[in-house]
């Protein structure tokens, strides 16, 4: 089973597919939601309704792109380029954080959510 959903703000969206994951599976039952962008260097990030433990694999260095799952701050984590704790080019997360999935497309349509932007999180097709 795989899922996609839709992040959208007010100058743009996106597609990410995700995978089946129990972190993945707990967002989806919480879906649609709505909340505030905030960015951290190359990265938006913002609350949700689901809280869940770090599972295996979890990891605080991926790849611009990836959808993860902060446990610390029950907070979805879209990296696409370098935060402040970055070393070179790499995306850092704050700590290691639960991997849902990747953004469908070209991640830096990212740059385009400003800090405090509404953003929503939906199904695709659902």
Sequence with gaps: MTLRIRISWPAGHTTA???ETPT???LAGALPIVSTARTWGEEVYFDTPVSAPVEDGARQVVEPGTVAFWTEGDALALPYGPT???RGDECRLASPCNLLGALDGDPRILATV???DPVRVELVGG
Excluded: C, Q, V
């Design 24 to 26: 993945s599976k707990a």
């Design 114 to 116: 400003r800090d405090g």
């Design 84 to 86: 402040p704790i970055s």
């Design 17 to 19: 597919t995700l995978g």
